[in-house]
């Protein structure tokens, strides 16, 4: 991702901040714990996440293909994920545990989605960047990686945030 990110990347997140995020993420958003989803990184500029290939995710048998639904429902989490991030990186002055209050309206507006190639591995990597948080909107971008780095898919969303 080469575009300026929307949050100052020199802050750093207190623990409990982390382990409450990756517990919203992987385990209250209880469709995120049936994909798989699972965070490798969580900075205010950007989030990565990890999803493991499994049976329940073939999109097509004949060809082990992950389903272009994983793909969007993943993206557009991970999405979620970074506009949590810049929103707790904006409001730094607060407790770790305010901050992880603020999420509770936070909601998709809107989806693309690019498919690239076809989805095919024993696992794939997912970024995702705000690039722009305003106090109402914000718009991210986010790709969906093989495990040898080739670009797979991508998107961009907009996310109701007050």
Do not use: C
């Not at 500029?45 to 272009?68: C, S």
């Not at 901050?99 to 936070?106: D, G, V």
């Amino acid at each position: 991702m080469t575009a300026a990110a929307a949050v100052p990347a020199e802050i750093e997140f207190e623990a409990e901040f982390v382990s409450g995020l990756a517990n919203i993420f992987e385990k209250l958003i209880v469709f995120n714990q049936m994909l798989g989803l699972k965070i490798t990184s969580i900075k205010p500029g950007q989030v990565r996440a990890r999803i493991d290939m499994k049976p329940e995710l073939v999109g097509h048998y004949a060809y082990n293909r992950i389903h272009g639904g994983v793909i969007s429902a993943s993206l557009d989490a991970l999405g979620g994920l970074a506009v949590m991030a810049a929103i707790g990186a904006r409001h730094m002055n607060e407790t770790p545990q305010q901050r992880l209050q603020r999420f509770a309206k936070l909601g998709t507006i809107d989806l693309r989605v690019d498919y690239l190639r076809p989805g095919i591995g024993e696992w794939f990597e997912l970024r995702a960047e705000v690039m722009r948080l305003g106090s109402r909107v914000a718009s991210t971008r986010m790709e969906f990686l093989g495990a040898d780095g080739k670009l797979l898919s991508t998107g961009s969303a907009a996310y109701i945030v007050s």
